[in-house]
């Protein structure tokens, strides 16, 4: 069931209104735990036993930390359903509503509950709430603190030291204290209480720091983690813009050495008369012809021409060795398809990296390498799939980021796959289920040629 945000907030303001409510009924639920205690400080002074005192004085302590912890808890549900969190109004409804609610828990029962051991407590409590980190599980750790606070705090108003100071007004606590007096002189209370105080007290210290440094080590391993992404993704970039400038810094050479051969061929055709030698040159021109536009599409990424899908498919085949005699290979072009208007060099080798790591991942085991083209609605889409050992679903987002390897490479494949499809307005997608199949799907749109036109001018 989804709750929005103002069933929400009413949510919070109901719950909390009702442990208020029962926090201020407490001691009329529990009748029988408070004559208890009456009952066993008149059998401490009856007996001198300074030791049912202390049990009793225990007992005491629990009762009112039963208490008020339905008052903070619904205090707290209150401000945060009526305030932001952890604003100077979420504090200031939450001073209020607690120190009324001890007003009224006075009213109710005659009573004189002292309010400055609650100013105290809320001082303390709302100074801690700065250092406990703000996630998840902040009230499991605020309520785990109030606990061992509210023991702490209330421990002080058994200490006859500073009872001139307003603490320990209520009846049980005056009783307490009257019979301490009696049995020893203020003695134990003084000794036992301040102790008890300082225990919870470093308790609650100690769980506030723990948790402040375990958040603080959590951030710094966030931000660790980030850097070493950033590293990463720079250090892949690096690799990329190295590993691509020698390339391109290769073709750009290769053109020099085909102007000269282009250069010889022609000569040689204008000494060599006959027949069968022209037709030979021909054909050397005609190839140079096509290795200079290879070079073009390398060295410019953005150069892009018409092409059947059925010839890209052939060159890409012709390009991929299957020579393994445990993988066979088998492809499927839907007839009719439009033509693409792609780089052909870019994205015949975006294609065969993907059927390249195919191959690789079936060297040890065999298996089948499917290479499938079909039209999907305005898209031309590029299928190749494997029944190979498959790629790890915590890889396969992460796959495609550069400098990302599984196998101590560059790690370039992919991510150039991905920037190849990237820039021909294209996505590309893996699929995987390991032991069983892997499915890499490039889709491209289908170019109209007037769209093209236009571009191009």
């Not at 498919?313 to 439009?338: N, W």
């Amino acid at each position: 069931m989804i709750i929005n945000k103002q069933e929400g907030k009413i949510l919070f303001l109901s719950f909390g209104a009702f442990l208020i409510l029962l926090g201020i009924l407490f001691p009329s639920i529990s009748m029988e735990w408070s004559s208890w205690i009456y009952q066993h400080i008149e059998e401490s002074l009856e007996q001198n036993d300074s030791g049912q005192l202390v049990m009793t004085s225990l007992s005491y302590i629990t009762w009112y930390v039963i208490t008020f912890m339905f008052i903070y808890i619904g205090s707290m549900l209150i401000a945060h359903g009526l305030a932001r969190q952890f604003s100077f109004a979420y504090q200031a409804i939450f001073i209020v509503l607690v120190l009324g609610s001890v007003f009224l828990y006075n009213q109710n029962y005659h009573e004189h509950y002292a309010y400055i051991t609650h100013l105290l407590l809320l001082t303390i409590l709302l100074f801690l709430m700065n250092f406990i980190p703000k996630q998840k599980h902040f009230y499991s750790m605020l309520l785990l603190i109030l606990v061992f606070l509210l023991f702490s705090v209330q421990w002080l108003n058994l200490i006859p030291a500073i009872s001139t100071l307003g603490f320990g007004t209520d009846d049980f606590a005056v009783s307490l204290k009257r019979s301490d007096e009696y049995l020893t002189d203020h003695k134990l209370f003084n000794t036992f209480s301040t102790i008890l105080f300082g225990v919870f007290f470093l308790i609650s210290i100690i769980i506030t720091t723990l948790l402040h440094l375990y958040s603080k080590q959590r951030i710094i391993a966030k931000q660790y983690q980030q850097q070493t992404e950033e590293l990463k993704e720079t250090r892949g970039a690096l690799i990329e813009t190295n590993v691509y400038k020698e390339i391109h810094s290769l073709v750009h050479d290769l053109k020099s050495p085909l102007v000269t051969v282009e250069g010889l061929i022609s000569l040689l055709s204008m000494k060599i008369q006959d027949q069968k030698s022209q037709d030979y040159f021909q054909r050397i021109q005609s190839s140079i012809e096509k290795m200079k536009d290879m070079v073009s599409e390398i060295l410019h990424e953005d150069t892009k021409r018409w092409l059947y899908v059925e010839e890209l498919v052939d060159y890409v085949v012709s390009h991929v060795s299957f020579d393994h005699p445990q993988i066979t290979f088998s492809k499927q072009v839907e007839e009719g398809l439009p033509a693409i208007y792609v780089n052909k060099i870019r994205f015949a080798r975006a294609i065969s990296n993907v059927m390249e790591n195919a191959i690789l991942s079936m060297q040890e085991q065999g298996g089948e390498l499917s290479f499938h083209v079909q039209q999907s609605n305005a898209s031309i889409t590029f299928i190749v799939e494997d029944n190979g050992p498959g790629v790890d679903a915590a890889y396969l987002e992460t796959i495609w980021e550069e400098g990302f390897s599984t196998k101590n490479s560059s790690g370039i494949g992919l991510p150039f796959v991905k920037s190849v499809a990237h820039q021909h307005d294209g996505t590309v997608s893996m699929y995987s289920e390991p032991n069983q199949s892997t499915r890499v799907t490039i889709s491209i749109p289908v170019v109209e040629e007037e769209k093209v036109y236009d571009i191009s001018h």
